[in-house]
């Protein structure tokens, strides 16, 4: 039967009530009428299922980034130092400024990849949709790390929510496939336009 073994955290975290858990499967069968597409296929059915779920991975990722840099603009406009609002001082300003700009770059890619799935399907979009994968994660990553650096050790506590964007971040730079392997996808993708 199936055995769940115990709770797995991830960065310390169980992501309570849910989240991931070690599963043991022993001597599970599945019946033949319950097998989709046929046998030896379920590589193939999870491909298909993979360009969706990464396109809502980097939806998910944008808004959290939003989310981040909403909070670090009212933190730093209640905070104080040198004499002055944060929100005044100059590295804040470029905090602020680059977190907009890596958030819409994150956006147009992803814009993009989605409208390529739908107008000429997943695989033609597949180096899109590879290159969002690698950008969303690592731009959620950076514009988390700066708000939770103007919050200080705020950031870290759960009474913001940056703390576990920064999980969900770093999550998202393995699962659906670590970037090495999206990276290595990108760059055959444009090496063979040259062997054409």
Do not use: W
């Amino acid at each position: 039967g199936i055995n769940i073994v115990r709770p797995l955290s991830v960065l310390g975290d169980k992501e309570s009530p849910s989240g991931h858990a070690e599963v043991d499967f022993d001597n599970v069968r599945v019946p033949a009428s319950n097998i989709l597409l046929g046998e030896g296929r379920g590589f193939e059915i999870a491909q298909g299922r993979l360009g969706p779920g990464r396109i809502h991975h980097c939806m998910r990722m944008i808004g959290n980034a939003e989310r981040a840099l909403e909070l670090m603009i009212e933190r730093v406009h209640s905070r104080v130092a040198f004499g002055k609002p944060l929100v005044a001082q100059g590295t804040i300003q470029q905090d602020i400024a680059l977190s907009r700009i890596e958030i819409e770059q994150a956006r147009l890619l992803t814009l993009k990849a989605a409208q390529m799935m739908d107008s000429v399907g997943n695989k033609v979009a597949a180096p899109e949709i590879a290159m969002i994968k690698v950008v969303a994660p690592r731009m959620l990553m950076s514009v988390v790390d700066r708000a939770i650096q103007a919050h200080g050790g705020a950031g870290l506590n759960s009474d913001f929510p940056l703390a576990n964007f920064y999980i969900y971040a770093r999550s998202g730079r393995l699962f659906d496939g670590p970037d090495e392997v999206h990276l290595r996808a990108i760059s055959r993708y444009e090496v063979a336009k040259f062997k054409q």
